[in-house]
């Protein structure tokens, strides 16, 4: 759920108590504590956790320019090197020789909707060129439809000529650097550190990988989407349009022929969410991939933002945060100590309670459980649906706890009738999200039956390959 | 009541005025309105009974114009030192129309919604709801208040070497935003218990600070950031959904309801509370739900002074009206939903063709000529409202309008100037303030 759902949460738990909405009444705000209980599990996460958490891999596809905190990065060739590959950026230099224009069949794969490869041959014009920044010099290619947009740019490149040239980092088959003219990172560098990863973590047992996001000039993100393929063993990485924060594409996606990275993998692994994981706005995902058991098999299972829905999310925080409150406002005086604190633990406790509605699930009770308990599958955090009705079922109880602690009561009705009337778009809106859940849920248990067969795919592979 | 046809005349006159000056950035018409009657005065020029649909007619048109200042006039620098607003982006894509018809249809929308829940639910439902939670209006609003710091979101912080350093470029973020809440909080608590500004300035004594807030810093931006004058297409097509726009009225109605409703809350308070509510995504949704919230916020607000068994005051027209007239019989409020869809008609059709003008000359006037004229007339409206002291208010509030952009977080932290007095106030404290900050 999203944090106001959960802070509204608090914001009503608190009215449940009479004493409380006394005080709100006279207009001690003490009470407000209980919301700020309520939306502590993420406040903690997402302000500090997710800062400290660890990270095996970082991937940049993209590095940002440390001025104006957006790629690409202007950079001298000499800082250029092989761990930069597939890496997008700016180098200003002058051209000093030109290698090959040319023009012939450009043959490459591509990966259709339906997931099988093609192979495609299109014609294309290129030129080749050496590029000197003054600390040193790097083979710069421009081919396909990324030639006909540099040209368009740049008119005739000619020796002696100075230019900002941006593209992805390659290496060449002699092991020297060249820079590919593009407007993004090449996806093939981000599909290998994460196949890397899932490898790792088979053998080892944990590795956490930060995925950064691609910014570009004028608040625009190039979108791109991770698909982990466990039947075929594959990572797969494509790069999308540019979109704004909003999520509206603003251009086409980058040409098929520097689309699709694929990494394969060796070891078998599955997937616990049934969509790609997308990267655009705001900040990219950490995924953590774990060695699990799975149909008594050991796999790598992947978990999103490990940092999130640990001790933070869990039953045992809200007795905490109930003490920790007791203890504070009795100790300044506060006469209804207690029932703030129960209030504030209610209030965690509905968190928890309407996160495990979603995907993730939480590790309930720890230290007595060890694992997290998967969620109810009800909807996804970021559901209009489910965070409206839940939102909506907080203001109803509000209203209904302020005027039966009212006297005489503002809203002269009996408690069960008012209640319903005020909570009619709730029941309305949690009826719809469970009708849909059914769906969801029969997309998983297809997705599981799928891993199911997973032996039957290391036959075939070993016979020859997928 | 007044004759149908004076009715009509000054309501149509309130919508020319309100179209006229609303265009322009940095201009609000609570300002404009303030320093009409200012200099002017009411019962002279106009009849007092029609005061309030002169109004009403001047701020829808200030709901549906004012698209235009901020998708055409508002700071886009293609460095992108700071985070765009969605119209902002659309402006830089040479899509500045198209959003303004996003924002035309959330405003249309906005309008349908106001009169008919004005109509058949208002009325009923809105009393009993109203008496049974205004009691705890302060609670909600320093609710809203620590939301806004605790669900900030860190822009910056995952780029950082080391998780220190990570947390530190995350923090500084978060704390420059509690920064300039707390130090428009002051300037705010001066302004409101002091006798810095004349008393002859009564209702005008917030303005200069809000012109500095929201009004010149932003001024000042465009002409600091000097935005390229980037061509426009005036094509009449918008790319969204039913489902979008739906669900963008849905939200933005919520917002614009909660803000016109509860006192302090302004419109982009209730923007982020029923954005979190509804869940919403995508600069499409976004552009809708503004032109709904604002709708609702600004004609919604001012609508609850017509209505008889409520008769709330909220917002700076609403209070200016009142001093003067305020209507009491159901056939006013009637008329006022009148005004209200004739004065929404007349400014769609005056932001449509005005949009599409502006559109075809975008690039004749340079948005940085434009702010400074706009610059200087702010200045002349702080002096004429509240006098020299009311410039200097009017200097400070606009380095704090600035701080909060230099800082990068949302610019609704300077509404500190106004809900941190008010808190100050309803909770008992302010004698306590004034002696804190040796002002008594």
Known sequence: MRGFTHYISGLAAATFFAALVGDLRLGILIPVIAAAAAYFPDFVDFKFGKFFARRDYEIDPAPWDEKKHYAPKLVKISELSEKNRYQFFAVEGKVEEILVRGSGKLTYKVLREDGTEETVTDSYNSIVFTLNDGTGKITVEAFGDDYEFFEEEFGKIEEGREMLVFGYVDVDEDGSLKLVVSDAPHPQGIAETIARAIEEAYHEGERIVKIHNIRLPGDVYRQFFVHLDPPKREVRVEMGPIVTPGGVAITDKPPEYRRYGIAKVSVPFIKTYPKPTRIDSFSGPEIAFRRATFKGKTVVKDRFLPWHHGFSHSLTMGIIIGLVVFAFFKLIGYSHATELAIASMIGQWLHVFEDQLGFMGSNLLPPITKDVIPGFKLGESGSGLTNFSTAWLMIAFMIWNFNRFTDPRPIPMSDAKLLLLLAWPSIIGFGIAILRSFKLRREIAELMDYYTNLEAFEELEEVGGI | ?440
């Open chain 2, 1 to 440: 009541m007044i004759p149908l046809s004076d009715l009509l005349l000054w309501s149509f006159a309130g919508v020319l005025f309100g179209s006229l000056i609303s265009w322009i950035p940095g201009f609000h018409i609570f300002n404009i309105m303030a320093l009409l009657v200012a200099v002017f005065g009411v019962g002279e020029l106009m009849p007092v009974q029609a005061f309030p649909f002169f109004a009403i007619g001047a701020i829808v048109a200030y709901a549906f114009v004012s698209a235009i200042s901020s998708v055409y006039f508002s700071v886009a620098d293609e460095s992108a030192v700071f985070l765009l607003f969605p119209t902002q982006r659309y402006l830089l894509l040479g899509r500045g129309h198209e959003a303004v018809l996003l924002y035309l249809i959330g405003a249309v929308a906005g309008t349908l919604v106001l009169v008919l829940g004005a109509l058949f639910i208002f009325p009923k439902v809105l009393p009993p709801i109203y008496q049974a939670t205004s009691p705890y209006i302060t609670y909600f609003l320093v609710a809203i208040v620590v939301f806004m710091f605790m669900s900030e979101w860190p822009k910056e912080g995952d780029r950082g070497k080391t998780p220190l350093q990570r947390l530190w470029l995350a923090w500084r973020q978060i704390l420059g935003g509690i920064l300039v809440f707390f130090i428009s909080g002051i300037l705010g608590f001066i302004v409101m218990n002091t006798n810095l500004l004349p008393t002859t300035s009564a209702y005008t004594r917030l303005t200069p600070m809000f012109i500095g807030f929201f009004g010149m810093s932003w001024v000042l931006l465009n002409i600091l950031s000097n935005p390229p004058m980037l061509e426009q297409v005036p094509e009449d097509k918008v790319e969204s959904s039913i489902y979008n726009a739906l669900k963008a009225t849905f939200g933005g109605a919520l917002g614009g309801t909660i803000a016109a409703v509860y006192p302090i809350i302004t419109g982009g308070m209730g923007a982020l509370v029923a954005g979190h509510m509804t869940s919403q995504r995508g600069d499409d949704a976004f552009i809708i739900s503004q032109g709904v919230n604002r709708v609702i916020y600004y004609v919604g607000a001012f609508t609850l002074l017509f209505l008889p068994n409520l008769r709330l005051t909220r917002g700076a027209a609403a209070w200016l009206v009142s001093s003067v007239y305020t209507p009491k019989s159901y056939s006013e409020y009637l008329a006022a939903m009148g005004v209200i869809l004739l004065s929404a008609g007349i400014s769609f059709l005056f932001t449509y063709y005005l949009s599409k003008f502006i559109a075809r000359s975008f690039n004749v006037l340079h948005i940085k000529k434009l702010s400074y004229i706009v610059a200087v007339v702010l200045v002349v409206i702080s002096y004429l409202l509240t006098g020299p002291m009311g410039v200097v208010v009017l200097f400070v509030s606009t380095a704090i309008g600035m701080m909060a952009a230099a800082f990068n977080t949302r610019r609704s932290y300077c509404l500190g100037g106004l809900v941190l007095p008010v808190l100050i106030s309803m909770t008992g404290h302010t004698g306590y303030f004034m002696h804190l900050l040796g002002l008594g």
